[in-house]
């Protein structure tokens, strides 16, 4: 029996459920529409951390986020993209 494509795919906020406690001291988190999850919003304006996160299509209330960091964050995945290669 094989599994569907699906069952294997994960939420970007379930990963970062698991990475939540092991950041390290930063002031922003850039992130895409896949980390808007408001328990991940609240965890990290406890640990002091400004979330600068693209509200989900769906949202019914529209939320915050710094517009100039956001898009640069395309700076980032291009680092990341790189090292991979």
């Not at 069952?7 to 930063?26: N, P, T, Y």
């Not at 509200?55 to 990341?80: C, E, I, L, P």
Request: overall charge positive.
């Amino acid at each position: 029996m094989q599994a569907s494509p699906a069952s294997q795919w994960v939420s970007d906020d379930i990963g970062a459920r698991a990475l939540c406690d092991s950041l390290l001291d930063v002031d922003w988190l850039l992130g895409d529409r896949g980390y808007d999850a408001d328990w991940l919003r609240e965890a990290l304006k406890h640990r002091g951390i400004r979330p600068c996160i693209l509200g989900r299509k769906q949202r019914k209330t529209t939320v915050k986020y710094d517009k100039r960091r956001h898009k640069r964050r395309n700076r980032a995945g291009m680092v990341f993209g790189r090292l991979k290669d």
